[in-house]
């Protein structure tokens, strides 16, 4: 899973929504696995499965019904939902496959909205990114600046953390050490 992480503001959701096609770009063009987005709906919508953070109006389906649901819309594959299913399994999903989404907490429902959209993660959560990612893209000011593991970005940037990677990617280090200093009790 691959996971674009950065600030409030930074171009994560405005990204996705390109990618999905829900929105053209202003500017340029983008690519995706060699073909310029927008070209071809019909490929595009069997390889991306949007899926926003806090997806509503679900309540009533269960967990499985989703991954059907999701799988219709997006056009996918066949192996879309024993793919879903498998990776649901791996992320301890099996129990809930057939819970109501209305049913479901906060974390279980953002565990399933990753196995809805299946490869590509948005997030400024950089500990749920760290856990769940296997790559991360730091995006700043809407650039990509640094993609990699999350070890490897850690050490590319010379930070102890992916947290501490991301602030310094965005130029953000400085403004959390000010924030931090406010903040701290007074000797």
Known sequence: MFGLIGPNG??????LRVLSGLLRPKAGSVEMLGRTVGADPEWQNARIGYVPDLF????????DEFMHLMGRLHRAGADYVPRAVLLARSMSLS???QTLLGELSYGTRRKVGIVAAAVLLATQDVFFAERVCDEV?????GRVVACGSPVDLSAQ?????LRDALLAASGLSKAAEEIGAALAPSA
């Not at 893209?137 to 000011?141: K, N, P, V, W």
């Open 137 to 141: 893209g730091l995006l700043a000011d």
């Open 56 to 63: 509503k109006g679900f309540d009533h389906l269960r967990v």
């Open 157 to 161: 940037w010379a930070q102890p953390t």
């Open 95 to 97: 129990t809930e496959l």
């Open 10 to 15: 930074c171009g994560k959701t405005t990204t």
